[in-house]
């Protein structure tokens, strides 16, 4: 029996039919609707288009904390979900079982699955987009807590009281280390052109396109020392977070996701750097190693799939 995985992101809704061996056989994409009740009617017409009258199980994945039963979602950042039935309203719509999982443990099972990850135990992951997702697999399972809700990796303060998060909190890693982290340190630098390296961003926030993270990515590419300077900023950020994460669960690699993460190896040298002079005993120690996702957008997909298929075929 096949599996389905959808991903519910802030603009769209992918979706795939996915097999044993991760791999996706039929995609369907939707715009993500504002309103909650067409989210949920937008997911159930999905599956079934996907499932094509085929007995399937299926998998959503949205951001957000979800219940160790994988059932109920407690809140959506993004979308207007507060202790929300998400399973049993999706259940009776589509009259398929359903896992509802967080979208960052699915890109983060999948790439210990099928991806950057395959063939280890203990593998942490980051993804670095609008905020910073993480996932935990220790010794071969992902990381739950207690409430269902650990691994909000991006949510460990790192600066006392410094930027504002969208959690409410101060100095989380998200304000540090994040695509939009990295918007943020490209403008400060840009402020600064007459007097430092910032007169190519300075030129790139006055086009038409403004600093967005394709805009700074570019110049990075081309080793504009402005967008270097802040691409180092948030990889700093990252290592020296990882430097703690190492600390407590041990894991044998780092894989870092996200937009950013496709900037590879300008952004993994700082964070090994950072990491290394934040890391106890670093030096007289195995230590993990970092590596960048490989299953990019399908991640969320494969691994929501994958998760529903050992729920509701292989564990029973």
Same mark, same amino acid.
């Given at each position: +029996?096949?599996? &389905?995985?959808? $991903?519910?992101?802030?603009?769209?809704? @992918?979706?795939?039919?996915? $097999?044993?061996?991760?791999?996706?056989?039929?995609?369907?994409?939707?715009?993500?609707p504002v309103d909650v009740?067409?989210?949920? @009617?937008?997911? #159930? #017409? +999905?599956? /079934?288009?996907?499932? #094509?009258?085929?007995?399937? &199980? *299926?998998?959503?994945?949205?951001?957000?904390?979800?219940?160790?039963?994988?059932?109920? &979602?407690?809140?959506?950042?993004?979308?207007?979900?507060?202790?929300?039935?998400?399973?049993?309203?999706?259940?009776?719509?589509?009259?398929v079982p359903v896992l509802i999982e967080n979208d960052a443990n699915a890109a983060g099972w999948a790439e210990y699955r099928y991806g950057a990850g395959e063939d280890l135990r203990d593998v942490v992951m980051l993804t670095l987009g609008t905020g910073v997702g993480g996932a935990v697999v220790v010794d071969g399972a992902l990381l739950r807590g207690g409430q269902g809700v650990a691994a909000e990796l991006g949510h460990m303060r790192? &600066?006392?009281?410094?930027? /504002?998060?969208?959690?409410?909190?101060?100095?989380?890693?998200?304000?540090?280390?994040?695509?939009?982290?990295?918007?943020?340190? *490209?403008?400060e630098i840009a402020q600064d052109a007459a007097?430092?390296?910032?007169?190519?961003?300075?030129?790139?926030?006055? @086009?038409?396109?403004?600093?967005?993270g394709e805009v700074i990515s570019r110049l990075v590419q081309q080793g504009d020392p402005g967008a270097l300077e802040a691409l180092r900023?948030? *990889?700093?950020?990252?290592?020296?977070?990882?430097?703690?994460?190492?600390?407590?669960?041990?894991?044998?690699?780092?894989?870092?996701?996200?937009?950013?993460?496709q900037l590879g190896e300008v952004l993994l040298a700082p964070m090994r750097e950072a990491f290394a002079d934040a890391m106890p005993a670093y030096g007289s120690r195995p230590v993990a190693d970092f590596a960048v996702a490989r299953l990019t957008n399908d991640a969320g997909v494969i691994g929501v799939a994958d998760l529903a298929r050992r729920r509701f075929l292989t564990e029973n």
């Open positions: +029996m096949h599996a &389905v995985g959808i $991903d519910i992101g802030g603009t769209k809704i @992918a979706g795939g039919i996915v $097999d044993e061996n991760g791999d996706i056989i039929r995609r369907s994409r939707v715009a993500t009740a067409e989210i949920e @009617a937008a997911v #159930a #017409a +999905m599956v /079934t288009e996907l499932a #094509a009258g085929e007995p399937v &199980v *299926a998998g959503v994945a949205a951001a957000g904390f979800i219940d160790r039963d994988r059932s109920r &979602v407690y809140f959506a950042p993004n979308i207007a979900w507060r202790d929300e039935p998400l399973r049993e309203r999706l259940e009776a719509l589509t009259g790192l &600066v006392p009281n410094g930027r /504002t998060c969208g959690c409410g909190q101060r100095g989380c890693l998200e304000v540090y280390g994040s695509g939009r982290a990295l918007q943020q340190e *490209a403008a007097f430092g390296i910032g007169a190519g961003l300075a030129a790139a926030a006055g @086009a038409s396109e403004g600093l967005s900023r948030i *990889a700093v950020a990252v290592g020296t977070a990882c430097g703690s994460f190492a600390a407590i669960l041990d894991p044998e690699r780092f894989v870092i996701g996200g937009g950013v993460s």
